[in-house]
């Protein structure tokens, strides 16, 4: 089994839906993270946490949300959906320690919105 | 503030040739360096990551990586190309004070030709 699982793996959907996308970890990570994938961009940060407590906003947080339920768990909302968020979305986990810990990916949601 | 540049959004190589992908990057403060490779619809895996020890490190998969200060540089290199290293490779820059967060390269798309 995969130690950062992410579901749903592929999700269509229209413009204006409320949208969850979850994370769950085996690593007994304490932080978390959740980027977007673009084409020619790269990797961007939307939110990370460093534990269940702990709730930030990365670069680009505008139109989403999130909720650490659990150590393990980490889920990405978009309340109101649109066009400009289709996207390929990661989810990441690091150790606790200095930043020179690894992340550790899933395999990503695409997400596509008509 | 951090960033990263990577030169080149796609590289072609035949096969058994040299590989070289470029990475530069801006920091304030001392950085960690890393870079990740994508293989087609996974996510994100460490190859090799740079953490003040020795300046060139060694990944796997035969990659490695120089750090050069001077030239604020962290180039990836594998002496002889493979056909299962075509895939898409991202170079990330962390700091001590950053709690893990890493900022991405626009990524690298590496073709092998046979």
């Known amino acids: 089994d995969a130690d950062v699982t992410q579901t749903p793996r592929n999700r269509i959907t229209k413009t204006g839906k409320r949208i969850m996308l979850e994370c769950s970890q085996t690593?007994?990570?304490?932080?978390m993270y959740w980027y977007r994938q673009d084409p020619g961009l790269g990797l961007r940060l939307i939110y990370y946490?460093?534990?269940?407590?702990?709730?930030n906003k990365g670069e680009i947080s505008d139109g989403y949300s999130v909720s650490r339920q659990a150590q393990a768990k980490f889920s990405l909302s978009l309340e109101s959906a649109i066009p400009n968020q289709t996207a390929l979305y990661f989810c990441?986990?690091?150790?606790?320690?200095?930043?020179?810990?690894?992340?550790?990916f899933g395999d990503g949601t695409r997400l596509s919105i008509l | 503030a951090q960033s990263v540049t990577q030169l080149g959004s796609h590289v072609s190589v035949s096969e058994g040739a040299l590989v070289l992908l470029r990475c530069n990057y801006s920091?304030?403060?001392?950085?960690?360096l890393f870079w990740y490779v994508q293989y087609p619809n996974q996510g994100l895996q460490l190859l090799l990551k740079?953490?003040?020890?020795?300046?060139l490190v060694k990944g796997i998969n035969g990659f490695e990586a120089e750090f050069k200060k001077s030239e604020t540089s962290f180039h990836l290199t594998k002496p002889s190309a493979h056909m299962s290293d075509a895939a898409e490779y991202f170079c990330?820059?962390?700091?001590?004070?950053?709690?893990?967060?890493?900022?991405f390269g626009q990524g690298t798309e590496l073709s092998v030709k046979p």
């Open positions: 740079y953490t003040s020890a020795a300046t």
């Open positions: 990330a820059v962390s700091a001590y004070n950053q709690g893990g967060k890493l900022i």
């Open positions: 920091s304030s403060v001392p950085p960690y």
């Open positions: 990441a986990t690091s150790d606790w320690g200095d930043s020179n810990q690894p992340q550790h």
């Open positions: 946490s460093f534990d269940v407590k702990d709730i």
């Open positions: 690593k007994g990570h304490d932080r």
